[in-house]
């Protein structure tokens, strides 16, 4: 029975070398040891794995194709070996050898980017994987640990995890390019009257916001298209109707036949920083506050 374990590793690096150099004296010369010290090696290999890897004619050594699939499956362990050096730097350094981020679409399209963006720049031994969610699903990811850091729309309700207010901006309208309301400076509630509107998939926070106001103040629309928030700004863009998106949406998803005004009421947006409780202290919850991007200041005239 094949016999590997940690000390079979030297005479895997040996054999490694011996089929990439071709003979045992480069081998040698290249390891920095004698050429018997290769072929002692190469022989206790053979008899601990029970194949025979090289055949052996005069002065040749001829690679068997076991040694072909062999000198691969090696390949792919210093590759492993690699990752798992990568690995052990970056706990060092932050305390953590990869981060998972989950974050609601509107901040996970352009604002989250940013912030990883910056946090890889600074830090490029960090490995981060980002998915994006309801904010009901950040919490749910981050609580079960399937993700460390989440971002979500307040009020976020949890006993497990540790809650930081984030970011707070207000509901903006975007308006096609071409509609008679693209030349008010701002628009008014009363305003939609009559206009189709485009809000995001429901349930959906913003979206019910801007309906209940509609309803309490019977206004009458023409009708709704509902959509993913990624595809809200196109369907503005594309002239479909007016919809109300966080400032940091509007920014991040712009379309050029759009444009931007102030909303009046003003709806207030309030997005906060999830995390597990034995985080709190990590490195690497300070490295995402330092590199959080400027809040967009994105209410055109």
């Known amino acids: 029975m094949a016999e590997i374990d940690l000390n079979s590793l030297k005479s895997l690096m040996i ?27 190469l022989a206790q290999l053979e008899q601990n794995l029970g194949i025979e890897l090289f ?14 699939e062999l000198y691969e499956d090696i390949l792919r362990l210093v590759s492993n070996i690699d990752e798992l050096r990568h690995s052990v730097m970056a706990l060092r350094e932050f305390g953590a050898s990869r981060v998972g981020i989950a974050a609601i679409p509107g901040l996970g399209f352009g604002f989250i980017p940013a912030l990883i963006a ?53 509901a903006v309208c975007l308006i096609p390019r071409n509609h008679p309301l693209a030349r008010s400076k701002k628009i008014h509630l009363e305003q939609l009257t009559g206009q189709h509107l485009v809000v995001a998939n429901q349930p959906n926070i913003a979206a019910d916001r801007l309906l209940n106001l509609i309803t309490e103040n019977r206004i009458r629309i023409a009708g709704k298209t509902e959509a993913n928030i990624g595809s809200v ?17 509007a920014h991040d998803l712009a379309h050029k036949n759009m444009v931007v005004k102030p909303f009046i009421p003003t709806i207030h947006y309030s997005f906060g920083m999830l995390y597990p409780e034995k985080w709190r202290n990590n490195k690497l919850i300070q490295i995402v506050r330092d590199n959080l991007p400027q809040m967009p200041r994105y209410l055109a005239s």
């Open 233 to 249: 700004c196109g369907l503005v863009g594309n002239g479909v109707g007016i919809s109300l998106v966080n400032s940091i949406t």
């Open 55 to 68: 055949i052996r004619q005069k002065n040749r050594l001829i690679a068997t194709p076991e040694s072909h």
């Open 15 to 41: 054999f490694k070398t011996l089929v990439e150099n071709g003979t045992a004296t480069k081998t040698a010369s290249v390891l920095g040891i004698t050429q018997s010290g290769v072929s002692r090696s």
């Open 118 to 170: 910056k946090m890889q720049q600074s830090n490029p031994k960090l490995a981060i994987y980002l998915d994006i969610m309801s904010s009901h699903d950040v919490v749910h990811a981050v609580e079960s640990e399937h993700y460390n850091i989440g971002f979500a729309t307040q009020p976020i309700q949890s006993n497990q995890l540790v809650i930081e207010d984030l970011i707070k901006t207000e």
